[in-house]
């Protein structure tokens, strides 16, 4: 089945622990991206990569870093979290069209 | 700056009546526009995509219409299901391909009851 597999689906952490949330995709597609979303403001984009090895900043990249060392694979990572980052992430993939989704991780920064 | 903005922000409707959903924009260039449905809990599905030379895209029960002129788009759900009840999330691509520089709008949320 085609899809894009985010996990954890929850995760609630302190403040200053490092944290990866990972995303998979089994579409091949070349475009993936992280988003937020927060009450009131809408999904907005982090991160999103264009290919392997090419990354560029979203809306809203502070706090956050990516890597694409391979086309199925996009990691988000939380070098040191903070309670500013709470939110609902959601990771997508695209073969130049629509985005595909995945189901979200909501997180939790205390 | 380029914006999305849609309206109402929240509607609610019964079952088996149709609305109408407004999205209006301010991205240029402008290479698409897409609709998502967004159910509670879950990650946005994508009901239609539109580039500028559209003017109306269907996908079952929805309907989407873009005037790029006004730079104006509209999302008709007809005899609405109690499964329509989401948020509808209008999303405009600018230049530079069809993926590049999203400018997300905040969504409608959709109550249908019965």
């Known amino acids: 089945e085609a899809q894009v597999t985010q996990n954890p689906r929850y995760l609630i952490t302190v403040t200053g622990k490092k944290l990866t949330v990972t995303c998979s995709q089994n579409?091949?597609?070349?475009?993936m991206s992280w988003y937020r979303q927060d009450p009131g403001l809408g999904l907005r984009q982090i991160y999103y990569?264009?290919?392997?090895?090419?990354?560029d900043k979203g809306d809203v990249p502070e706090g956050y870093k990516v890597s694409r060392k391979e086309k199925r694979n996009f990691p988000l990572i939380l070098e040191s979290p903070s309670p500013n980052q709470t939110s609902l992430y959601f990771c997508?993939?695209?073969?130049?069209?629509?985005?595909?989704f995945g189901n979200g991780t909501r997180l939790t920064v205390t | 700056k380029n914006q999305v903005e849609q309206s109402p922000q929240s509607l609610i409707i019964l079952e088996g009546k149709n609305c109408t959903l407004q999205?209006?924009?301010?991205?240029?260039?402008?290479?698409?526009l897409r609709w998502y449905k967004q159910d509670t809990g879950r990650g946005p599905v994508s009901l239609t995509i539109?580039?500028?030379?559209?003017n109306t895209k269907s996908n079952g029960r929805y309907t989407a219409t873009l005037d790029a002129d006004t730079k104006q788009s509209s999302l008709h759900i007809t005899a609405s299901q109690l499964s329509d009840s989401a948020s509808y999330i209008c999303?405009?691509?600018?230049?530079?391909?069809?993926?590049?520089?999203?400018?997300f709008g905040k969504g409608t949320l959709l109550t249908v009851n019965p």
């Open positions: 997508a993939s695209s073969p130049g069209g629509a985005l595909h």
């Open positions: 579409m091949n597609h070349e475009y």
């Open positions: 990569s264009m290919n392997v090895e090419v990354t």
């Open positions: 999205c209006n924009y301010t991205v240029s260039p402008f290479s698409n």
């Open positions: 539109m580039t500028f030379s559209e």
């Open positions: 999303v405009v691509s600018g230049s530079g391909g069809s993926n590049y520089k999203l400018t």
